[in-house]
């Protein structure tokens, strides 16, 4: 087929018109959240405490932290589906959960505090917060990659990544919803190494399935 | 270079707005810059220009089975080039050649060292061979025959609907055929 047949071709074609990359991403979301949700209330379920729990603001806290990340990586998930789009202008978005983490931490130090930071930091629920938010982020990161695939990202391990991210701030979202610990320093160093195990999947994963 | 970018863009907002003559005299239009380009590209990684129509064709396909990811209100160039740039690092890196392709490889192309198409690209027509007999014929009706979608329907007696169907789905089983190659 020489070219001008080809374009002939595509233009014939022009009629169809494919849905914005944010639909697509929306729909495998909303078909993945399901699957998360089974394996979330089969295995482990809401605190039974939680209402007394939603009156420690470091409770609601774990929650601004990881919906934070979640939306922060849908917008950058979003402005990388395009071609000619960068990572510059637009990585501040990534910095906002860590902002919000870090006056976390600042704002548990000025006050007094019955347990000491080791303690707090180390928690009771290290292993399970490592093991269950990446698998509870796996379904969701299946989903985005698969909505994402609708894009044209210049560099796939980075959009993959990013993918990883949104992932990891679901599935932490409905984990912090079981888990006990609440301090800031727990949620720094325990959540922020389940969600770069995530972050590395998306990684390898989108190198290949996001090239376009 | 700044009156051809808003008649590109121009163009494309004619096409998506759902005119297939706009469309087709874009694809007309830029293919002579991305040869140019996939030339220097080849040449400068060493290999046979000749299989530079192979590379636009990717391109092509690319463009169209990408442009929802282009914003209405952006100029057009920038999109395209990156679109260009990706798929022909790519091809290098599949002719075993790691290379640097510069963006402005295709923005700075001048008018008058635009080539013409000179060798036939293969890549596109041997994986039309692979398609399912229905698409290929579609493919095959619409592109080396000419005919309209109308003409194609009638012949097959297909629905024009089914026509536009495997159209599409040819195309991206094309492209999903050469990426994987």
Redesign the interface.
Known sequence: MDTDQLIRTLAADNSHRARPVGFALMLALLAAAPVSLLMFFTELGVRPDVMIAMRNPFFDLKFAVTLALAISGIAVSLHLSRPEASLRGFGWWLLIPAGILTAGIGGEMMMPQRLPMMTRLVGKNSWVCMTAIPALSLPILAGALIGLRHGAPARPAVAGAIAGLLSAGLAATLYASHCTDDSPLFVATWYTIATALVTTIGALVGSRLLKF | MRERDDEWTGLMRS?IA????A??RL??AV?PVLRAAARRGLARAGQPVDQS?DI??DI???V????????VSAPFA??L???AR?KLI?ALRRRGRRIFVDIDDFAETLPGEMPA?TA??SE??AQ?QTLPARQRDV?QS???E?A??KDTAARFSMSEGAV?VA??RG?TSLTAKL?EQ
């Open positions: 096409a759902g005119d297939s003559a469309y087709h694809l007309k293919t129509e636009v064709q092509l396909l690319a169209h089975l990408k442009r929802h990811t282009w914003d920038p999109w080039f990156a679109i990706n790519d198409e036939s690209a596109v027509a039309l493919l619409i592109a080396v000419s309209s979608i536009r159209l599409h195309l990426r």
